[in-house]
């Protein structure tokens, strides 16, 4: 079978992280979160690679990240691991800068469509990530098997009905989907910025180890920790595979 591989690598966004709380007063008066950049020397960092694999005739057009063609970004398609934008009461406070980013759009449109068979892709994260994942600190279920330390395939649906004839008279199926990370059970699903400042309850009482309950040193100690786990942070590559039959 032949094979056709397709790259696009050009620096495609930087992956911001948590640097430090900037002092903590009381908490009446809050803190604010600042965020640093990965080192943008290295194209490659924190940055969003998308590539595929085509069998036969098969080849894919028109690679987009949330809606700009891949071979014009030059920054913008990123993960951004940040405080809830707006979020600007309780402890830990919104820098007013970026913002939460947890997910990517991708788009494309596969090329003599009649022979496709499956569509499928997988996501491998930067180091950093995984570990953070393994921590309970950040959600990668969907594309991580824990258990064999490995990415998970994904299916991209698509019908026969929704494939077309293209100007060239080629047959062609746009594709779309979106690649989304979570926070994890140690924030209880929601950003830390969210989960420093609620209080949780269970069976009618508050608990008093977790939310805003936690010691603003441990809370620190915590977020200083996430911000040097995802410091090792390397880039996001997304392959996608077309398949003939």
Known sequence: MARFTGKEHKNLGILRIFAALVGIAAVTTGATLCFVAADSSKSSDGGVAVEYVAGGSLRIDGLALDGTAVSALSDGADFVFDSAAGDCEGRVRWDGVSGEKLEVVVSGTIVNAGDLKSLSYTLTL???VTEAAKRGYIDISPYYDALTDSQ????IAFAPSEIYSGEDGAERLDFTFTVSLGWGEYFRGVNPSIYYDTVYYEDGAAEEDVGAY?????????LDKLRDILSDDGGYRIVITAEAD
């Open 126 to 128: 930067p180091v950093g």
């Open 152 to 155: 998970r395939e994904i299916e």
């Open 214 to 222: 936690v010691p603003d040193g441990e809370m620190l100690e915590t």
